[in-house]
Structures are given as C-alpha cells and as structure tokens.
C-alpha cells in the first residue's frame, strides 16, 4: 500500500494540499511586495482549501492581515486564530455591527451608511473601532462612488471614532499587465486619498503585487497566488503548486468495435482501444464544460477526457498508455504538478480561481507540511 | 425583522429546501413508475441538498431504496437511515468489501473482479450478501461489458452466495424521449437478462421513469426529479420547486456616465441608471460562465446580471426596479419559484443538475418540512 492509498482509505479520490507550498508562496509574495506588509485573502473557504488549516499555516509564517468575504467566515477565522487583524470585505450590514466587535472583525467599509453605522457603534461602546474604507476606482462593485468620496473629503467627521483607518482600493485588470485601466484606477485612488485624512492604503491583490512599486501601497491583499494560481498570466508561474488532486480508476473497458461512450451518446470512439472510468465528476470541482476537452495524468501519461462529464464520473481514453497502470485502483491525476488549476480551467473556459473555489467535499483531503 | 431575515441570521445568502416538495415528487414519481418500486438517489450529498435530511423525508415518505455513489457516502446514509436498503453505485473496490458488509451497503458490482471479490466475501463470512449487478447495455461507463456478460451467462456460478441478485443499466439518453437509443439499451438489457438468472431488475432513471411501461422494471431509481428538475425537458415540469436560493444586496450604486463594471473592466454600462452588487459568487454556485447572461429577481422584477461573476459576489442592472425595492438588506432571488435551477443552468451553458451541485456551503440553509 502506497502513501497515497492510505491517504485515500476508502474515499473516491484525494486532494493533497502542501500547506508549506502555501507558506512560500506568502514568504515570495511578501519580498515582492517589499516594503508593504502581505496580508493574505482567506474568503470562500480559503479558496476550497480550507481556511483554518492555510490561516494557522500563514499566522505561523508571519502574517498578521486577513481577509475573508463574509461576516461568518471572519467569525469562524477568528475562533483559530486569536492574533491577527482580520477583515471582512463583503462590508457591514449596520445590524450586524456588534458581532463584528464581538468578535474584533474589521469591516471593509462600502458606503457612506456602514460608515456612519460603524462610527455610531463606536460611540455607542464609548470607544474607537478599526476600519477599512472602500474607495472605489473603476471596478464600480463595492466601495464609495466618487461622489461619496467627494462628501467625506469635505466632511471628515463622518469617520469620527473610526481609527485606526486604512483606505482601500480594488483593481479590475491587475493581471494584464499593460491595461491602461490599472494605472487609470491608481490615479483615481491617490487623488481621492489625497484628499482624505492620512492613512495607510492597500490596492494590490496578488497581480498587482507584480505591477511595480506604485501599486504597493502600505498592505496587500494576495489571495489566488497564495493557492498556486500563475498571478502574472502572461510569464511563467513565480508560485509553487499548492493542490494535487487524484483520483481513483473504478474500470477500464476495452473498446472493439465503433461505440458511444456516456451521456447524450456524444461521443463515438472508433476502437480499438480502452476506456478508463474514474471516480471524480461534476460534483467535485471537474466542470462539465470540461466534457470532450479536459484531460487527465496516468503514471505520466496524458489521457484525454472522453465524453461528457458525469455527477460523479468521468470517462478517459487509455488506449496507449501500457495496460497494467491503467487498471482499477490505480490514481489519475485530475489537478498536479503537470495539471495546474489554470489547464482544468481552460479546458472549461474558466479561471483557476473558480477550478479550486468548485472541488467539493468528497475527496479525502490530505494536508501536508505547515504548522499542523 | 421577516422570517427569511430570522433564517438569513448574518449568513450573505439564505437556501431553503423544501423537504415536503421533495416528498411529494417522490409519491408523483412513484405514482408514475407503478408498479415499479420508486427508489431514490441521495448521491453527491443528496445533489447538494443534504443527503442525511433528504433521506430521512423519503424514508418518512415510504421509499426504501436509496442510491449513492461513493462507499464514504452510503456509510454516512447508513447511519442516520437504519431500515433502507442503501446502493453504492460506483462499485466496489475489493479491499473494501468488509466495509460494505459491516455497514449494510449493496455495491453496484460493475465487472467480473468486483463480482468474484463479492463473493469470496460472502463465503469468508459464511453467509450470502445482496448485489446489484451492472450490465451495460450502452453507456460505456460502468457495468460488465458485452464479453463479461456472455461470460456470466455461460457460467453463472460466480454469482454463487451474491443473493438477492438485482440487475440494473443504465440509460445515456433517456430525457430525449425519441431518441433510438432508449430502446436499443432496453433491448440489450432485456436479451441478457433473459441468459441471467431470474432476479428483478432496475433501468429508469428521472427521465427514464416517462419514457413507457416498458423502461419500468421492478425499481427505479429517480435522483434529478426529486429535487425538482424537469425529467421531460420537452415538455412542463411535472415536479414541483424545491430549492429557493436568495442573497442579500449588499450595495446598490449610481451610474450617470458610461463606465465600465467588474473584472477585466469587460461589461459597460452606458448610463443613466442603477448597479446593485448581491452577496452570492460562483464559489457559491453560480457558474462563472453566467456571466452577463443569467438574471435575478428582485421584488418581482426581473434584474440580469451585468459584468463577470466574482468568486463572492454578482453585480445586476436594477435600472428599472423602483429605487426602495432594490436597497442594501434587501433580498434577490437566484433560484426559486420564478428562476428554476434550469434557467441558471441555461446562462451558464450547462444543466440542472450541476447548479445544485455546484451550490457551495457558504448559505444560511433553512429546511422547511419533511420530519424533521
């Protein structure tokens, strides 16, 4: 019995995580990013891979900012990690502003109302509270519209009891490099800071780390990069590989004679050759775009995906790889060292980010490395 | 404060599950299939709708058959479901049998190895265990090819101690009811049946329930259906709704100059009108691939998406929707009575079947009905 099998036991497939793989990519993001400190983005489960395990990882590597979604995701972060500052970046709902206090979250502030709702908690404690201020510049989905901007840079005791402050950007296109959109949405943030009450500012996720030293700011927020995912899309990947995903062959068919194979009867293979079927599907993260597309790793040996997608199966052709590593029991690897998210992605005519945000949860999960 | 507010508690989203609905499309189904026996199919944790509650309602409901696809997931179905007969679809690995065994579990035996592994099984414990044998009569997927089943026939003393014997296939085209295919696969199935030993048999999924008399069997095995996607795509949906997924407005904003919103700055909005951005993303199930195609609902109004799907968050046009109706706090709904999984499914390029997988675990969830 392999690593891997005891790894699996008796689950379909397995998704090995290197929590140290995680920590280095922090370790590179932090020295590109020099002098700004690195924060780390943990929202939607830590991108599917679990929040808790990679936020304890990064704690004990050295970061100390956090940031999640939602307001339960902050809530169940901080129940393990008692330190650092964590912020929540979907904003506060005012009736929710004690639970964030409760808890020492700190709400990225959208709109001139979660403004005065935080301000108006603080008073109401009879104490300061931290927080984030969303400027938007360009991406025209969370944060203060600039006519928002331009009231609170005339009246500044909106933020009263708000302190310390730090004022936030989003970039809409950090990962092409040369859009003229990047350097349009960091002109619009600094005159609009200009204008406001000194205090640090934070603009870059993990692309615009890569966008040169005017997009640095004071804090950045990386998220994608952390996981493994290439941050400067146009060169090769400066990140380790985070996520090896594998799963189990349940059969191999040989095929004589022209036949459909799946769903839909999409598919005819002309034989002869032999068909691998494997335990991972829809349900897990293999987008069904990927039906007739994607691709799969056997013993070093690339299979293509054959067919549509099912909820809990996909279909390969195995025909040249030599027939005794391609039997039942024996691992293909759906996402790995040779099968970066971005490939699965691609196959499915999506992003990286929402291969690892879809794996599910019924792979046994194995995490290696870290603090743990 | 609504009772939807009370469910949504400081979750971003809010996903009701109507277990009475899933009932009564069991009875429909069931009422469809007679005489067959109606099973039920809790797979991919009950396609993403709670295996273990779902269970429990159609138990309550009288089914006493219950499909699954992985080992891990009939051994968690046991342990809330004492009585049913519970199926592992994806077979069975042989260092697993004793598994299968201690919990109760029928596999789906899918090839000669699983069928010999089975039975040695049985003769080690001194006793018989029931079995599903898979013939394919088709789909290329699992189940004993052609040569297999000649094998069988000729010797079916392999089966020796496999008792009761069920055999089952499954259908590649059954929701496109004129397809040639159906019947081809039924033929197949019915003629090496006929060189088996006598036993009940199983063939019609969802779909497969409508196609005739003939497709019956002695237990069906509906899963999609349940859950209230249309198993006669050609026709109304004879299921009633089962899932309302809805997500707060975190923010709404003012376009007065063409400007562009979300990533990639792809999507522009000419203006004069109304952005609203809803807490619910594609890590929560709503396909990237929805971008700029699916829509919501907002007090009744119809309000489509605009600009890519971010991994926590959608951006939607409520120009139209008078300004109290679409405020932050206020709800939009993403699925229910008005916006079927299907019409999700549809923006997205895909089916029912993977919104509901896809669904994500970042809702409040809130089970009305059922037994519970």
């Not at 140290?20 to 599917?48: H, I, M």
């Not at 490099?177 to 609009?192: I, S």
């Not at 640090?200 to 493994?228: E, K, M, Q, W």
């Amino acid at each position: 019995m392999t690593s891997e099998d005891a790894a699996l036991g008796r689950a379909g497939a397995l998704l090995t995580i290197d929590l140290d793989a995680v920590a280095e990519n922090w370790r590179r993001l932090s020295a590109q990013g020099t002098p700004a400190e690195c924060g780390a983005v943990l929202k939607a489960d830590g991108y599917g891979l679990g929040a808790a395990q990679v936020g304890q990882a990064l704690a004990a590597a050295g970061a100390r900012s956090f940031f999640v979604a939602h307001l339960e995701e902050g809530i169940a972060l901080r129940a393990v990690l008692t330190e650092p500052r964590i912020v929540v970046l979907n904003g506060l709902l005012p009736t929710h502003a004690a639970e964030y206090s409760a808890h020492r979250l700190v709400p990225a502030l959208n709109d001139p109302g979660e403004i005065a709702a935080w301000a108006a908690h603080a008073a109401a404690l009879g104490t300061t509270l931290p927080g984030f201020v969303h400027l938007d510049s360009g991406m025209n989905r969370l944060g203060l519209a600039p006519e928002d901007q331009d009231r609170l840079a005339s009246d500044p005791s909106a933020l009263s009891g708000i302190t310390p402050i730090t004022w936030m950007t989003h970039l809409a296109c950090a990962e092409e490099t040369g859009n003229p959109m990047n350097r349009a949405q960091l002109q619009r943030f600094r005159q609009a800071v200009a204008r406001l009450p000194p205090a640090p500012v934070s603009i870059a996720n993990s692309s615009g780390i890569f966008l040169g030293p005017d997009f640095l700011g004071d804090l950045t927020r990386p998220g994608a990069a952390l996981y493994g995912i290439n941050p400067t899309p146009d060169r090769p990947n400066p990140m380790m590989g985070v996520v090896r995903l594998q799963a189990r062959i349940l059969q191999t068919r040989r095929v004589d004679t022209p036949m459909t194979v799946g769903y839909g009867a999409a598919h005819r293979v002309e034989g002869p050759g032999r068909i691998a079927t494997i335990a991972v599907g829809y349900a897990d993260g293999v987008l069904r775009a990927s039906g007739d597309r994607g691709a799969v790793r056997i013993a070093g040996f690339t299979a293509p995906i054959t067919g549509r997608i099912s909820m809990d199966l996909i279909t390969v052709d195995v025909t040249h790889i030599p027939e005794p590593l391609a039997v039942p029991g024996a691992l293909a690897e759906i996402i790995g060292p040779d099968l970066p998210p971005e490939r699965l992605a691609a196959s499915a005519g999506t992003i990286g980010y929402e291969i690892l945000t879809s794996l599910g949860r019924r792979y046994a999960r194995h995490y290696v490395g870290g603090a743990l």
